[in-house]
Each structure stands twice: as structure tokens, then as C-alpha cells.
């Protein structure tokens, strides 16, 4: 994962390590080889021993070489020394029983192809082979990115070399760093040291840290865009230099989140030269050739109340805000063009007043990133790929920068870069960031790499799980994490409690957060008013997005009563698009026990549940919530009763379960519980089955 | 913990946030407050956070603070500017039902006052409370510190801050940074950048980065002690620069672990030049009064080959390579004058031709040490205190740099400054340093802070649990750890299983992680000859030394026969020192149920260990330890049942269940079961059972 453009099974295998003795792997370059992947060989020997045994690497190792070379390693060269939007990143892997080949002409392109030879490895009875297999792979899109908003809430650099470590395992090759906001500037600037002992919270990147990123990324072949958003979202600039702004009275850096104000002026000569020193300095230490402005959502509600800049906008015949940002990017132009860069900013930058080389990212979606192709405007989508929406992977995955149905001609098509997948942090810190963003951010990068009639959602959930835990061998902890955070929810409530209560309370959590994902960001922010200074560490912080379950379950209920019928949910019905089944190929008797035995252990776990609730303060929001679980779990053991029974519910029983389903569906304690449309499935096939026998013979009776 | 010097209990409690409503918490500084203890206080309120729930963060940083002052922070001044052994770390903590105060002569003491309120935060019946107390607290010792070998295997930063992070819970006040070894030099010379750039596999810290460790230190009160190991364990310097050696063929850098070879040449003029620049260019970067020389493990073998040193040797009268070394010694005693920095050694350096303001650190024990004090030398304790014996925390706890018998008089003891943990590298990475580490030296460090009567081992781990929890909330990965190792275990498994039987291997893995515990560092070496480039990736890397269940089962074990005599272990039996139960009260009946589901699980779980066990190449050992874990769960299982019956087995029984746990004794696959003690005792309690009815009638009928 992601799927290789083409790939050609053969029959047998490769053996790295045979069943009983030691590892026999060797490797040899046979062309040009650097110390970057000489680097990247190392990790791959690391994480091949994960799967194969100990032996692997020091065996590749061993000074003693004799024995025949397993893999050969051909890359004509190393690549662009500043990695471009263009550099070839192709490779073939060929497996043989007797060898295996890594052709690339890149260093990057041989780092994807170690990538997938590590997803090949497997264990069969003891021993660890490589299928053979011959691959030829390339990427659809340029452009996949990942950004990650590190200013709303900090990340520290090892929170974000995790992320660029499993960056490099989904083949993703932009990591765009989204570095200033109105809560914090987090880039150190010799030039001008306020933007962070003032601009932020004393969270920051030394350049030395930026630097040694840049180096990181370059090293797992991924390229870093910096982002200074501006005109608008620009408080922590304007708080440390006043003379930026727009006149606003800001108080300080933002504690809320939101849009206005902190706007700077684009009316003043000094804001340009303030950039132009910025851009020349952060630009040697950023050396891609793309540069991030931001450009997003400044209405210029200060500059309408500013009487010097009003008066500016009339004397050019501005009559929008609009008109002065386009104004604004058009000083930019320049500016960039001196330091080498080119521009690259949110939709709002999108102005026939700007050049045909600036690329677009498209927040409001594929409609408007069309409409910038169709105007000659180059362009990444990023609307569809927002995780804060906390949308399953099959949702994400379909999502497609140029759908089948697209209305862009070939030319224009070329100009749709790619795309890139957003992490915002107004919910987000470095616990939670990884299982936020993993293993979602995989069927997103397979979208972007692998072949458009690539859309099998229950083939890309099985492999989605095997990745997913691979995962965890480059540090991400997306697993980990959640789990840590609930056994502290467990740890720190009522310190008198008995172990064994604390066993059962741990035990309720984790089953409860297996079934459970995260309030989206709106219904987040709706419910709780979530600002900077909101902890992050209660129930919705130990659950992740889309869990496991919700297709465990979908399976079983498919195997039950078969498969959904396709097309929209119904009205006010939650969205069940995520609820594919995943490779689930149960009888029907297998799935009748696995969901009583789901439905039972749920009702079993609500006890302990509300006992953690009332010792612990940042679980008081829990109690309803376990109750509301337990029902569902009854709802669900008397569907399957009526089904098992082959006899119809009563209407007032249906009538109930419909009612708790919808309440259910609303979610609690700002979680979702993920598999209310498969339960209603269930209960919708339950009402569905023939009336009872007495009711029959009633009829006949009559 | 560590338990406070005194501390009186009073009636009634602080309240931080009542059962209903927001957290009313505020604090307020009276006296000096500079930017370190203004940090610490944010890290206080934000922990305090995961105790209360999220309002105590927000309610004591909103900007309308009015409403009563619930903590007064009252400081004299900062401290030193670079700590010193003399720092004044006493606090006393006073808290009423009205207010706390916290009072501290230094930042040092108060940070210390801080960690012991944060322990008491407690949740009853949903408010979070801080019990009536009034503590006043001083360490016993002034040097209580942790080492740790970056060297045998690399450390990154993060690794490294998150130990300093949980120092600064247990109160330790040294960071001793274990720099250099025969594997590798890990500190980035700018005077001598061959040290890593061939004295080093690429892995290093740069300077900024150690300062960066220093200033992490000092902000939690810690002092960070480097040591450059020499003249022995100097492979990595020798490599880059070989004119330091003493010509030997030293093939590069060490693979093997072990003493020889790898010595400098005491008689060179270069050699001390070299030095010279080095701790001048170290000794700027690290700002503390000492300056850890190694000293330890220098045979001298090749001195006494060496033609050229053997001359030099003649000329001045030495014998034996121990004059040579005190030669050397003496030489670097001015050099360090000459920057400011007193001289630290490992026992090696005691010698009557040095000063007495050197500082010995004894890795040969407690004997070692008194004498050193009796020659006037001040010393500090590390021999009992090596994590890599993987010895009980009980164990470690109970040995004291001053024993109640010491010989020493008080002018003597007052030369013993105190202890350090060691934790050596040579079987530990970073994905394994925090539960080889953690919770095990929160024992030792309560043993080098708290008075020397506090030898309750059982109220200990009470306290150790509880700790425990709480280290994950400053990033310490000690549970976190293996259970991602032991996840990653079973998901390298043979890629064809079933998810239930992954599902039923991860619950078979964690159970028997929870029973076992690491073979001891020479056990491990002897049965693996682990050296460099040995994966530690297995099962004895998933488990921890001292693991909860060896005190629940020996707790339940108590219940059930009441505890074991005291005294010495049998001979060849395994030491039971560390099967102190941990505040265990169960009744008879409830321990004789809880060792009967524990004994039938063990059993259930073999034989998804065995499927494991044969599709794991990583696992391929695990399967004669599993057996032989079911064997005993067996052995378990009857003896309850005799026990029950009140009826004596047969001496075939008793003989073969000695049998069993005389094999399990020795363990497996590197792990030990840690259970083994309390599981003879209860088969020498059935053994001991009145012979049966029948042989008694028998008799009566003679």
C-alpha cells in the first residue's frame, strides 16, 4: 500500500531467512550509491528484521560476504540536490525464487521501492520470504502532501519526524509545515527574534531544528514546504510587530480560534520589506522552490474600518477586500521571485491579477480547484482530505483530485498537481497527533499514488490494517497513544479504588474506545468551545477515527443478512459509506455469535464504566454516554433475537430500538459510537421479517 | 515518593475542583520567581490537569483571577547559577482546608515541593483534593543520581529528555551522561570532529544539542555530569585518532562487548595535549564542577606489550599497569584545575597518589566505598544499584550507600555524597530504556532521598504503582514500550492468520509478559553473545524486570499460608527477596479464587503461544517456555486443589511438581517467570498437608 501501477505475480518465492537456521541476506549496489541511500538500505535492514528475525541485518552486515547476493540494488543517480516537483520517482522491484532486483534512477525512487519490498516480506511456517513478483510502479500525482498545522498547538520536532517517518512508508512526498497562525509564530527568525519570544507561547523551531528537518525529510526523499500565512491569520506577527498590522486592537495572541481579527496592512510599505527580509531568510532555510503565503480567509473587515487603507483601496478603485489581497500577493510576486520561490497559497490567492506559475490549494474543494485549471491556474486538492473531519478512510479514499467524471480536458488535467491531506490542530497535540492522522493518511496517499479505478474500499481495509501496524516499526503511535491516554483516565481517578476495579475499568475503557470515534471538529468545537487553552486529554483524545470495528461489525451484519443496498443514506440516517466490511468472510453462524458476543461484552462492560465516571473529573461526562452504549448492546442481542427466531418484532419494540438508535447517533462525551448503521441494518432486517405464525393464522381465520 | 523527611497528616482537605463545577484554582507567587520556576509551575498545573480534569490549567492562567489564592509559591531566590553539590533542595509543603503554601530557600527545592503536591492531588467521590498536611523535606543524600551508556547503544535526545523528565519525579538531582565507549563516541568535538565522524556509527549528539540536554536539565533542577571514559574502553578514540593509542590492531569500531582492547598511551605528550583541548572544549558545555573521567576497566594489557610504554614504565618504577594509570590520573588532575572542573572516576582511580577532592564512584560495592572514606576520599554508591541485573526494586531499595551497620564515623559518612543508578547499553535501545529504567529506579531514588528507617518494602510498592502511573504522564514510555513491542510481535507473525487468532496470541503474549521478567545482563550475554549488531527485538525486550503479578501472586500466596519465614533463600532456590506482597488483603477465600483463574489462564494461553511460536521467526524460542508455563499453571492448579481438600498429595507428585518448578526456575527464551518462589511455597504448604485419612487408619490398624 499504496497499490503499485502495475505489479505480475510469479510462482514461488524468495527466501531472506529459511525456517530453521540463520539468514543468508546480502546486498550489493550496482551503480551509484550516496550516503543517503546507504541510509535508507540501513532503515530497510532495520525493519526487514521486524518481520524476519534478528538475523537479517547482521547477516547483511557481516564482513564476511560469501553466499549469493539476494537483492541488487541499481539507481542510475541520486536525484535533484534540492528534490523538485518533477524528479523521477519510479522504480521496479523483480522477485525471483533466486533473487531480487531494485531499479530506480533516483534515490527517492529506490527509497519507495525498499518501502514495498518491506511490505512483501512475510512469515510462512518459520520462514520469511518474499513473494515473487515483478512490479513496475510510478506515481499518478507530483504533488502528495501532508500539512500539519503546528501553531495552534506546538508539535515538537520528534512529533513531526514521526510524521515524516510514516510519511515516507505511504509514499507521500511533500511534508508542508504550516508554521504561523494567530495563536504562534513557531519559526525562530534571527532577523526579527520577536515573531517568537513575542509571537508565541516560548514553543518554537531553533533554525538549527528547521534545518535538521529539512535534512530528515531530504533523507526519507520528501520535500518541506513552509507556510507564513498571510495577509490574514497573521495575530502572533502583528502582536510582535504592531507596525504590520491593520490598526486592530488584538490583546494579545489568540486564545479563541477563528478567523478574524489580525490582519496585516497591506497598504504599508514596511510590511513588504518586513516580508521581504522574512522570505529571504526562512527561504535559505526552506531551499524548495515552493513557498507557502497561506492567503486564506482575510475578509479585511479591518481594512474597511481603517480610514488610511480605505482611503488607499479608493485611490486604486478597490471596492472589495479581495481587490487589496490581490494587491497584496501581487507585491509578494516579486519579492519571491528574488529569494527563487514560487508562490504557492490557499484558494483565496486565486486572481486573474497573479501569473499562470503559482500553484493553488484548494480548501473549498474539486469544483473550484476545476475552475482554477480551467483558467490555465496549476492546483492541489485538499477540501476532501481534511482529518479534522474525522471522515473514515473509504470516505477519504474515494475522494479523487480528478474524479472519472471530470470535465477538465487532458492539458488541464496536467495542472491538477496532486494533493494533500490537512491535519489542523485547534483539537490536536503531540499525544494525539499520530492517531489522529494514522492510518487514516494511508488510503489518502494510496488515492494520490496508485491508478484512478483503484476504488475497492474492502481490499484497501484489509491492507489498511496490515499497514497500519507496520506502522508502529518506524515510532508512529497511533496505537500507543490512545492507549496510554486511557489508562491514565484509569490511573487518575479516585486513588482508593481497588485494583481489580481499575482492571475492569481499563478493560470497559479500551472496549468502549474500540467502538467509539471522535465528535468531527465542528461538532467538537460546537459542544465543547474548544481554545488554546482547552487540555486535550480526555475520552474523545483516546479514541481514533474509523475504527477497526466499525467494518468488523458491517461484515458480520453482512454475513448475516447480506450486504447493503448501495446508494445515498437516508435522510437524517447517519452517513454509512465507511461501513464496508473488510475481507469478512464469515458464515452465518460465525457471524451470529461474533455479534452477540459484541453485544453482550458492551451491556457487561457499563457498570465499571459509571463507576470510572464518578471517580474520575475528566470522565464526567461519561455516565450517559456507557448507558446509552449498554442500550444499544440490547437492542442489538433482541434484533438478533427476532432474526435468529425468523420472527417479526412487535411495532412498539421496533419503535424502541429506532428511538435508541437515534439518540445513539448523536454520540455523547463528544464521540461517536461508529457502528449505529450497521445496528440499524440489523434492526431495520428484524422489522422487516414475516409477521408471527399467530398472526398468520389469525388472518386465515377470519 | 520518594517519602518526605516528616510529615504530618491533618484533618480535612484543599479542594482544587469541587464534585460539581470548575476548578477554582488559583496561585500566586510572594517572594523571587524567574523564568525557570514560572516554567516548572505551568508543568505543575498541567499535570495537575490529568488528576483534576481540564478546568485547573484554564482556571489558573484565566486573566480574571479573582476568587480566593489556593496556592502561594514563596521562593527565596533562584539557586546557584550552575547547581552545585551544596544546593539547598529543602521545601516544606503546608496544606490546609483553606490554602497551600509551598516554601523553598531555592527553584531547586520548590520544583521538588511541586512533584510531592502533585502526588497528593487525589479524586474523591469526583472532587479532586489535596489532603490537610504539612511536610518538611530535605534528601539524605546530596548526589542521587542516574547514568546512563549512550555509547553501546545510541540514545536520541527525546530518549534521553524523557529520562531527565522522570528524574525530576523521582527527585534525582545528577544526570550522569555515559559518552564515550570502545562502540562509540557520542559527543560532537568541534576540536576533533574525526571522534564521530569515525568514532562513531553516525550517531551523535551535536553541541547544540547537549546544551540543549543541559538547559532541559537545570530547568527540572537536575545536574548533568558528562563522561569521557579513559584511558581504558577508548576503542572509538583511537579509531578516529590513532596516535592515542598504545599500538594495538584494534580493526575498527567494537562489535563485541567486553574490557580489551581499546587503551590510550599514558606515556604520549599527544595524549594529554588532546585531552587538555577536549575538556576545555566539554567543560564549556558542560557548565557543572565535575567531570567524569571513567577511569574503570583499563588492564594495561597493552601497556605491558608495548616496547615503548614498558621502557617508560621502568624508567619511572612501575610494576604493575595500576601505577601507570594513577600516572595518567595525576595528569589529568591539573588539566582539569586548569578548566575549572573536579575530577569523578569509577573505582579504578582510588589511589593514595590523588588528592582527596577527587569523588570515587563505586561499581565494587559498598565495601569498596567505605574503605575510599576511610582514606579520607568522598564517594558515591552504584554497585547495587545496576539495572541490568535486573534485580526486584525491593532488592535495590534495601541497599544503602550508609548501611545501619557501617563501620564509617559520622566525620567519614558525611564523605559517602550518595548513589547512582547505572543503566549500561550494552542490551538496551531506545525503544526499551524506559522500562529497563523506569519504575524499578524510583525505588533506588526514594533509598537516596528519603530517612534511612524507611525499609517498608510492601508499603514501597504500594507507593511504586501508583508512581508508576503517574511517570506516563511526563512521557516515560515503560508500559507503553513493550506493549507496542509485543503488538509488533504478533503483527510480524505469519501474515495468513486469522485476526481472532492474532487477537488470541496478543492476549496470550501480554499475559505471559505480565509473569516474566528479563534473564539478568550475564544470563542474556552468555546464552545470546549479544554484541552490536544483536536486534533487540524480542520477547526479553517486551518484558520488564519486577513485574506487579510476582507481588499480587506472593500477596495471594500470604492470604492463602500465611507469608514466608524470613531469612536467607535456600541454596540453588531462586532468591524470593522481591515476592513481598504489596499491601495485599485478601481473604483466604478470595486469594485461593484469584491464584485459581490466574493458574488456568496460564494454561489456556499455551497454545496460541505455541501457533505463535511457529509463525514468529522472532518468537522460534518461545515455544518450549510456553509448555513449560502451562506445566506450571498445572503444578499451580493442583496444589490449590490438595490445599483445598486439606489433603497431602503423593511424594510423586510433590516430586515431579519440584521437578517442573525446578526447570522453571531457569527460565527461557531470556525471560525468567517471576512467580517461581511463591509457587514452591504453596507446593511445600500442600507437601506438608497431614498425610491422607486412609494411610492415618492404616496406621491406627497396625
Redesign the interface.
Known sequence: MPMPSSAQRADGALTV?PASGLSHFAFRYDASHDARLE?ATLRML?RL??????DV??SA?ATDTSGATLLTIHVAGPGGAVQGVDEDESYTLKVTPEAATLTAATDVGAMHGMETLLQLA?????A?VLPAISIEDTPRFRWRGFMLDVSRHFE???AVERQIDAMAVAKLNVFHWHLSEHQAFRAESKLFPKLTSVGSD?QFY?Q?QMRAVVAYARARGIRVVPEFDMPGHATSWIVAYPELGSGEDLHGLAIKFGVPPGEMDPTSPAVYKFVDALVGEMGAIFPDAYFHIGGDEAPGDSWMKNPKIKAFMDKHGFTKPDELQAYFNQQLLPILKKHGKQMIGWDEILNPALPKNIVIQSWRGEASLSAGAKQGYQGILSAPYYLDGEKTSAQMFLADPIPVDTTLDAGQQKLILGGEVCMWAEQLDAETVDSRVWPRTLAIAERFWSPQNDRDTSYMYQRLR?VS??L??VGV?H??GP??LR??LV??????AQ?ETRAAAGHALDLLASVTEPFSFGERYNAQRTDA???L??LVDAVAADPPARQ?IAGAVDALIGKAAPGKPAPHAPDTSGDVSAGGRLSRQDAMSDLRRRFAAWQDAVPALLTLA?????M?DAGPLALLWGETGAVGTQALGYLDAKTAPTAEWTEHAREVLDRAAKGGALVHFAYVGSLRRLVDAAAALPAPQTAAMGSDAK
Open positions: 531467512t541510509a532495520d528484521d521486524r518481520t524476519c528475525g534478528g541485518r547482521r552486515l512475510t512469515n510462512v511456517r518459520g520469511c515538537p520536532v520528534p516560548g531553533t538549527d496490515r501496524a507496520e508502529e516499526d503511535m496505537l500507543a492507549e496510554r489508562r491514565n490511573s487518575t481517578a479516585e486513588a482508593s485494583p487553552r482547552t487540555s486529554d480526555r468488523e464518578a471517580q474520575s473529573p475528566r464526567d
